[in-house]
């Protein structure tokens, strides 16, 4: 099922979902569309933040960020805030993934920088497309 990304398939991805079972099926997904890097995992926000000040104090990067909208302990908008605040992880390309499809929480994120959005139930057909879309929006275009 391997698809034609532009982007590099060693990245290394965050992942961050509550629910074991679509973080195994992200991962599971990304491979299948040919991502060979790291699959980096988190369920919650404090979580995230403390496995991205590990990578970075360990001088390692993360290349994208992708995070279901509701966790347990803050929405998925409040890790992209700090992200976006951050200069160093400001353009890591950050995809949100929800269930809700509320036009509130949809145009919070956007106006914190989120890269793209998606709803689950997720296709790994469109997840690539999300992917390629987000990855050319923080790198490629950029160097144009």
């Known amino acids: 099922m391997e698809s034609k990304i532009n982007a590099p398939r060693d990245i290394r991805f965050l992942l961050i979902d509550d629910m074991s079972f679509y973080l195994s099926f992200l991962i599971d997904g990304l491979k299948n569309l ?6 980096l995992t988190a369920h919650n926000v404090t979580e995230s933040i403390k496995v991205i ?7 390692r ?8 909208l509701k966790l347990p302990d803050a929405p ?8 976006r605040k951050n200069a160093i992880l400001a353009n890591i390309p950050f995809l949100l993934i929800t269930v ?15 890269s793209n959005f ?3 139930p997720i296709d790994i057909k469109i997840l690539g497309e999300k992917i390629q879309f987000c990855w050319e929006k ?3 275009n950029k160097k144009k």
């Open 53 to 59: 000040e590990g990578e970075y104090k360990n001088k």
């Open 138 to 140: 923080h790198h490629l």
């Open 118 to 120: 998606m709803f689950k």
């Open 34 to 39: 040919g991502f060979c890097g790291e699959f």
């Open 61 to 68: 990067q993360i290349d994208f960020i992708i995070s279901d």
């Open 76 to 83: 998925g908008t409040i890790l992209l805030q700090k992200v």
């Open 100 to 114: 809700e499809d509320k036009s509130m929480n949809i145009i919070d994120a956007f106006e914190h920088g989120v």
